[in-house]
C-alpha cells in the first residue's frame, strides 16, 4: 500500500529564513510521482513542485526546492527567504499508478507553517 | 490558472436531501477526480472519470455518484445527504506528462 508521512503538524520560521518540512513516502511501484501543494487559509490547493520517481536531479520552482532521497524514501521541501505570504499548510502527496484509482493523489496529513516577522 | 471552477463554492442543506456540486473545466483533459478534505484525514478520492461516460469509484465513495456527460463538467451528487458528508469538496484535473492534478477552488457544504 502507498503512504505519505509528515511528522511536523507546525513549524515556525523567521522571515527571511530558510525552513525544510519533512515528507516520508512508502510504495512498492518504480514509477511514481511525488508533489508538494500549498493551501493557505482562503483554502484552496495550490501546486507547488513536482518530482519524478526516475528524476536524477532534485526539483527547483522558484524558492522552492525538493529534496529527494530515493533510498531513503524522502521527498522535503525546502522553501528559501520564507516570506509572511508562506504561512500555509503544506501537504506532501504521492501519485498512485493510473491503474490505482486512475492516478489518484494520496496525501499526508499536512504540516502548518508559520513564519514570523 | 488551470481553468477549473466549482459550483456552488458554499452549499448548506439538510440531512436526507439530495446535492449536486459541479466542477467545469475550459480545457479537454481526460481524467477529473472529485476529493473530499477532513480534518485529521487529509484529501481522499471519493470518485474519478477518465472519460465522458467513464468513471470510477475511489476509496471513500458510499453515498456518491457521479456522471460525465461532456468533457468539460463533472459531477457530484449526494444521493440523500447526511452530516458526515459535512465537508471542504475538491475537483481535480491531472494535467500534462506529470500528469500533475490542479484543483478548483473547493465547494464548503454543511448538513444540518
Known amino acids: 500500500a502507498q503512504k505519505i508521512t509528515q511528522t511536523q503538524p507546525g513549524m515556525f520560521v523567521q522571515e527571511k529564513e530558510a525552513v525544510t518540512l519533512d515528507c516520508t513516502y512508502d510504495t512498492s511501484d518504480p514509477s511514481y510521482g511525488l508533489f508538494w501543494y500549498k493551501q493557505p487559509s482562503s483554502g484552496e490547493m495550490i501546486f507547488l513542485i513536482y518530482q519524478g520517481s526516475y528524476d536524477q536531479q532534485n526539483a527547483t520552482e522558484g524558492r522552492y526546492s525538493l529534496n529527494f532521497q530515493k533510498a531513503r524514501k524522502s521527498a522535503n521541501l525546502v522553501i528559501s527567504a520564507s516570506q509572511l505570504g508562506d504561512s500555509a499548510m503544506y501537504f506532501c502527496a504521492m501519485r498512485a499508478p493510473l491503474y490505482n484509482q486512475g492516478g489518484k493523489l494520496i496525501f499526508g496529513q499536512g504540516t502548518e507553517l508559520s513564519v514570523k516577522p | 490558472d488551470a481553468g477549473i471552477t466549482q459550483s456552488p463554492r458554499h452549499k448548506v442543506t439538510e440531512t436526507g436531501t439530495p446535492v449536486t456540486l459541479r466542477c467545469h473545466q475550459t480545457e479537454n483533459h481526460r481524467y477529473m477526480y472529485w476529493y473530499r478534505q477532513d480534518p485529521g484525514h487529509g484529501l481522499r478520492l471519493i470518485h474519478y472519470?477518465?472519460?465522458?461516460?467513464?468513471?470510477d469509484k475511489g476509496e471513500v465513495s458510499d453515498g456518491y455518484s457521479v456522471s460525465r456527460s461532456k468533457t468539460e463538467d463533472f459531477l457530484l451528487t449526494l444521493e440523500s445527504a447526511t452530516s458526515s458528508q459535512t465537508s471542504v469538496y475538491f475537483c481535480?484535473?491531472?494535467?500534462?506528462?506529470?500528469?500533475?492534478?490542479?484543483f478548483g477552488p473547493g465547494t464548503r457544504l454543511l448538513v444540518l
Open positions: 472519470s477518465y472519460g465522458v461516460k467513464d468513471t
Open positions: 481535480a484535473i491531472s494535467v500534462g506528462l506529470q500528469e500533475t492534478q490542479y
